[in-house]
């Protein structure tokens, strides 16, 4: 489990590091992932299926795919690493890194792609 949480990690540093310049991508902090998220719901694709998802304050989450799945997990922040980390009863902790674009949206990365999301103020999930 540790050794995958290693090997997710080191890939999104080495994507993060990669990419070009000019494409002003930046990695969020810590901090700044935790004022985007706490109390708020995000809108998104993940590997091309549409979701939306509610960061608790008390770092509970409820995630709720397209076709009406639902999933209760947690999330926490690892402020060494600046990643986020979430909990999946299928995956358990694992750590993700979040990017703003030049165009100031907001994207997971997934091993070797940006899946993107927007955030909207407060639980909008029932």
Known sequence: MRRRILIAAAMSAVLVSTMPA?????RLTAPEIKTLLAGNTITGTWSD???RQYFNTDGTTVYISDEGRVENGQWRLNTET???ESWWRSTGWTP???VRT???EYA???GDRLEPFTVQAGRQIE
């Open 22 to 26: 000019t494409a002003d991508i930046v």
């Open 49 to 51: 299926t549409g979701y």
């Open 82 to 84: 600046d990643d986020y």
């Open 96 to 98: 993700y890194a979040m």
């Open 102 to 104: 030049e165009a100031g």
């Open 108 to 110: 997971w990365v997934n």
